[in-house]
């Protein structure tokens, strides 16, 4: 049995003012994203890329993440709450982001820089990809540090008990979703992207990746309290990974084939 460690979520006080952990977790994930981004253009050679490049896909994906994660947490977790309260939408700083909104927000923003640097949609998700997961494992690692999206009840010895929810022996999840979201979608990536694949074929790689564990991971998660378990048993967190898995299967045949 473990018990979390109760981190001070404010990493560094000065005065006054204090700057999170979780802020630095997405600072590490932007500075990875760069750091990678130009080794993938110095060894791979990717067609169209450049390393100034990068930091105008660093600024529309920053925008995506952001403005996506937070209009898709209020539509698909607390929509009833917000219309009742449209001016807290803005107040980002209560917390509140989605992944999966926070993918569509990349989505169309990628969609505009390829439209800026007349490059093709599907190879700019390619090289951007690989890039991905080291962000969301910090953000899981922000997670834990914050003691917060913590997993249900466990009689697992390898459980741990936070304390700021009550003394029961709970899944530490967020470290399932750091390991596996993290590292292993990085490590999945990463290494298939080393040799020319066809088109499209690394995006929908890392739709059935990230699919696939959020969805065996969500089994071991604390539904929302303000939404519990849909239908079928599942979360909201599965409903919205299963079409990732879905259309990444179609996406990666269709893609073979195509180039074929």
Known sequence: MFVHPQFDPIAIHIGNFGIHWYGLMYLVGFLAFLALGKWQVSHRKWHGWTVPMLDDALFFGALGVILGGRLGYVLF???????Q????????WQGGMSFHGGFLGVLVAMLLFARK???????IMDFVAPLVPIGLGAGRMGNFINAELWGRVTNANYGMVFPKVDNLLRHPSQLYEFTLEGIALFLMLWIYAAKPRATGTISALFLIGYGSFRFLVEYTREPDDYLGLLSMGLSMGQWLSLPMVLIGIGMFVFCQKRQA
């Open 117 to 123: 640097y007349h490059l093709k949609w599907l190879e």
């Open 77 to 83: 977790y607390q929509f009833g709450y917000f219309v």
């Open 85 to 92: 309260h449209p001016v807290e939408i803005l107040a980002v």
